[in-house]
């Protein structure tokens, strides 16, 4: 069964950073895409960036490109994201994702998402 | 904005079919789109991809088609559980991201 448990979310202030992780399970990490999408509290869905299998390609929705930095660890199965320069509209909650196995933009699995609250 | 466009809310009375549309030229291009479904405190879970393809464990009544600039979700005879938030997602003009539309909530009368 796959798994994915995000953790890292905190209430961080204004200008401030944190880092996300997500641990996977119940799949071969390092042959899928993975992704991180938010959802503010009441809103829509906002994908926000995805790293290939082995980490060499990787793209940033506009909101999160120069100050949000996704990696991953094929060793640990894991996956990150590097929140920088944080503002009041990055809160939300934050959901590591896995691709499907025909590409994006099909995501199979979800986290439940941790919440990054700035303030 | 969204480079796809959703009606923000639609209803349907239980057993009936409803259609929620997607909108958006990129559908022209990349027309293997996928659509969502997020219960109220869940995370999204997938319903269709490839613009209709059906993950297994999704009940039939799920399809999705679409032509040129559009896409949509179709599901025959609503059944209670079924009301929930849907999203579709589609890569963007460029090809390069991924953008999902803004969301329909759907209300089963």
């Known amino acids: 069964e796959v798994q994915l448990v995000e953790s890292g979310g905190a209430v961080v202030q204004p200008g401030g950073s944190l880092r996300l992780s997500c641990a996977a399970s119940?799949?071969?990490?390092?042959?899928?895409?993975m992704h991180w999408v938010r959802q503010a509290p009441g809103k829509g869905l906002e994908w926000l960036s995805v790293?290939?299998?082995?980490?060499?390609?990787?793209k940033y929705a506009d909101s999160a490109e120069g100050r949000f930095i996704i990696s991953r660890d094929n060793n640990k199965d894991s996956l990150y994201l590097q929140l920088n320069s944080l503002r009041s509209d990055d809160t939300a909650f934050y959901y590591c994702?896995?691709?499907?196995?025909?590409?994006?933009?099909?995501?199979?699995?979800w986290g439940r998402g941790t919440l990054v609250t700035v303030s | 904005s969204s480079e796809l466009t959703q009606d923000p809310a639609v209803s349907v009375a239980l057993g009936q079919t409803v259609t929620i549309t997607c909108q958006g030229d990129c559908l022209r291009t990349y027309s293997a789109n996928s659509w969502y479904q997020q219960r109220p405190g869940q995370a999204p879970i997938l319903v269709i991809y490839?613009?209709?393809e059906r993950p297994s464990g999704i009940p039939d009544r799920f399809s999705g088609s679409g032509s040129g600039g559009t896409a949509s979700l179709t599901i025959t005879g609503a059944q209670a559980e079924d009301e929930a938030d849907y999203y579709c997602n589609s890569r963007d003009s460029s090809g390069s991201r991924v953008v999902f539309g803004g969301g329909t909530q759907l209300t089963v009368l």
């Open positions: 994702t896995k691709e499907h196995r025909t590409g994006w933009p099909a995501i199979d699995h």
């Open positions: 790293i290939n299998g082995q980490g060499g390609a990787i």
């Open positions: 490839n613009r209709n």
């Open positions: 119940g799949f071969t990490f390092e042959h899928y895409s």
